[in-house]
């Protein structure tokens, strides 16, 4: 069986810490090939993101849902108009009145001549026509008074008609009006509703792609953090191969009386 010598202790630590550097650079190598897919998926997912708000932009562009409102004031009417006075003409009735006068002198002038025709005193000529008169007053009065109560009843219902009319005039009016205003404040919401959920499915997607982007990037730099550290074992374990080998070769070189020169390059440690 052969000896082991100093000289084949450092050549085997030196294998060692190549093969630790070795490894580690293939895994690190492997962590920053990870680490530029992650890159090249979270530019790709960039990408996407632009070309979504570009659609966003042009599909679903950020408009102005009053710009359709009319002004409806030319639907606003003065009923005014409608309005009249019926108490503005009512008149004196003095139609019955003559005409009931007219019939008690005609009355008044036969009694007379009858009286006339038969020698009937003056005395009694003048008191029948007192009381003719007295009686053509109290039916003069009568109608007098029916006429013009019935002009104020008609004067009344008219009154009545008018304000019937005017509320009613008021009411279709402002139907209309409300019911146009009702119509464009539905198209003013319906614009909006449209809008809102046509950009919320767009930031559906954007919401998704970012997501997606942040992890990529979240990956990329950990894969690179990973690779460094991977190197930095890698590094760390050979140096601690090569101090071994330094150190058991030394030992051994006092009984081979190889003379070691720590201060050279490995490959001239010994001498």
């Known amino acids: 069986m052969a000896a082991v010598t100093a000289a084949t202790v450092l050549t085997a630590s030196a294998i060692g810490a190549a093969g630790s550097i070795g490894g580690s650079a293939i895994s690190a190598h492997q ?3 990870a680490a530029k897919g992650a890159r090249n998926e979270a530019n790709r997912l960039k990408n996407d993101i632009a070309e979504i708000e570009k659609a966003r932009e042009k599909n679903n562009p950020i408009v102005n849902p009053y710009a359709k409102v009319e002004d409806l004031s030319g639907m606003i009417q003065d009923l005014s108009g409608m309005l009249s006075n019926p108490f503005d003409n009512l008149g004196v009735a003095t139609k019955a009145a003559e005409i009931q006068m007219e019939q008690t002198d005609i009355a008044l002038a036969n009694t007379l001549d ?3 025709s038969t020698g009937a005193s003056a005395g009694g000529a003048t008191a029948l026509a007192q009381a003719a008169a007295r009686s053509k007053q109290g039916v003069a009065a009568s ?18 008609l008018n304000q019937q009319k005017m509320a009613e005039a008021t009411r279709v009016q402002g139907a209309l009006f409300g019911e146009a205003t ?9 614009e909006m509703f449209m809008y809102r959920e046509k950009d919320n499915r767009y930031l559906e997607q954007l919401d998704r792609k970012q997501a997606q982007l942040t992890g990529q990037q979240q990956v990329a730099a950990q894969r690179k953090s990973d690779a460094a550290n991977i ?3 890698g590094i760390s374990g050979a140096g601690n191969i090569l101090a071994s080998g330094l150190t058991s070769a030394a030992t051994m070189g006092t009984s081979n009386n190889p003379k070691i020169n720590t201060n050279k390059p490995l490959t ?4």
């Open 268 to 271: 001239e440690a010994y001498v």
């Open 114 to 116: 009858l009286l006339a």
């Open 143 to 160: 109608i007098e008074a029916q006429e013009a109560q019935n002009e104020k009843l008609r004067a009344q219902g008219e009154a009545q």
């Open 182 to 190: 009702r119509q464009q404040q539905a198209d003013v919401q319906g």
């Open 31 to 33: 962590q920053k090939q």
């Open 231 to 233: 190197m930095g074992a």
